[in-house]
């Protein structure tokens, strides 16, 4: 194992492009079953559940699209290991971790990483 000082860890690009497409296909979804409810006479009440679940659905895709793409962006989310602690990095916002609390973590976060080869 290397002695490092500090080790910056960063949200792979690949795995965010695939919830980025999850929420995509999961909008699409929403959209076409309010479509098709829109377009079947059904009964009253199904019909309003499945418009406003639909709805609800691309919404909520929506709103997932916008905050998983903000991390595509360089320093938006990041782990840092130091000797001293962590700094942990989430849509720009930075806390530092430091002393007895996190030693225990970043020695754990430091063995798994030098025990796995195919980081990305």
């Known amino acids: 194992m ?19 497409l999850l929420f995509a296909f999961a ?7 309010s479509e098709v409810a829109e377009n079947q006479m059904i009964m009253k009440h199904l019909y309003l559940l499945l418009v406003v679940a639909g709805w609800g659905l691309v ?3 929506g709103l997932g699209l916008i905050l998983i793409s903000i991390n595509l962006i ?14 942990i990095c989430a849509l720009f916002c930075s806390q530092t971790i430091s002393g007895k609390t996190s030693s225990l973590s970043v020695g754990l976060v ?4 030098s025990s796995d080869k195919s980081l990305d």
Request: proline share 4%; aromatic share 6%.
């Open 110 to 113: 430091l063995l798994l990483m």
């Open 74 to 87: 360089p320093g938006a989310s990041y782990l840092r290991l130091h000797p001293e602690g962590m700094e």
């Open 59 to 61: 919404a909520v895709s």
């Open 2 to 20: 290397t002695n490092v000082e500090s080790l910056t860890l960063k949200a792979s690009v690949w795995k965010i492009l695939q919830i980025l």
């Open 27 to 33: 909008g699409a979804s929403g959209f076409i079953i």
